[in-house]
């Protein structure tokens, strides 16, 4: 198979440009890409060197008659006449895969043009997504820092106020013991001394 020659027409095309051009073929067009899907086959090679083989065997063997002697002008002729013909034939297939290359070119220009954008799109979206998740994290992170604070400030008090009550429990379980002594003192320092004959003659009254 010749480069750039079309494919058998046998051959499944997926690409919507090849199916469009395919199918709307001219007959010309038609007739070019056969004979060029033909003469660029191993097997148009195969048949034409066999009859070549089988033209110049007889003209140089023949003992009838020789339509063709040597230097063979008639095969050279026909080669002329063949290639005269099958170069613009080839021509016409080539300058059509050519085009149908650029129109599915341009197809794949156009399509990776908007995929392009398609990806820019896409990625400004998920930068935008970004910052906005690092916003929300970083406010989140504010926000922890501001409670561990304040929770670290109460445990503060409530550890000051707990020490205060500690030492007002120790104030007043050192003030009670010794508030009732100095109750006792005092009755004791108020009442007047009595002598012993004194406190006698008291107990010989109360007695009579």
């Known amino acids: 198979m010749i480069a750039g020659m079309p494919t058998s027409s ?3 095309l997926k690409h919507p440009i090849s199916r469009r051009l395919h199918e709307e073929r001219t007959v010309g067009e038609r007739l070019a ?5 033909g003469v660029g086959s191993w097997r148009f090679l195969i048949i034409q060197s066999v009859l070549v083989a089988v033209w110049v065997v007889l003209n140089v063997v023949g003992y009838v008659r020789r339509w063709d002697p040597y230097p063979f002008v008639l ?7 063949q290639a005269a013909y099958t170069g613009p034939v080839l021509l016409l297939s080539s300058n059509r895969a050519a085009h149908r290359d650029r129109t599915m070119a341009e197809h794949d ?4 043009e908007k995929a392009e954008k398609l990806v820019e799109a896409l990625m400004s979206e998920l930068l935008r997504n970004s910052q906005a998740t690092l916003a929300i994290a970083e406010h989140l992170e504010l926000r922890h820092e501001m409670l561990t604070k ?4 109460l445990e503060a008090k409530f550890t000051d106020v707990q020490d205060q009550l500690a ?3 120790d104030v007043l379980a050192e003030e009670a013991p010794g508030g009732a002594l ?10 007047e001394p009595v002598a012993p004959g004194e406190a006698t ?3 010989d009254r109360k007695s009579t």
């Open 109 to 112: 220009y156009v399509t990776n």
């Open 182 to 191: 100095g109750e006792g003192e005092k009755e004791g320092t108020d009442a």
């Open 10 to 12: 046998n051959t499944a």
């Open 167 to 169: 030492e007002v429990e």
């Open 75 to 81: 095969l050279n002729l026909l080669f002329s006449v």
């Open 150 to 153: 304040h929770g670290a400030s």
């Open 201 to 203: 003659s008291r107990r």
């Open 33 to 37: 890409d056969a004979v060029a899907e």
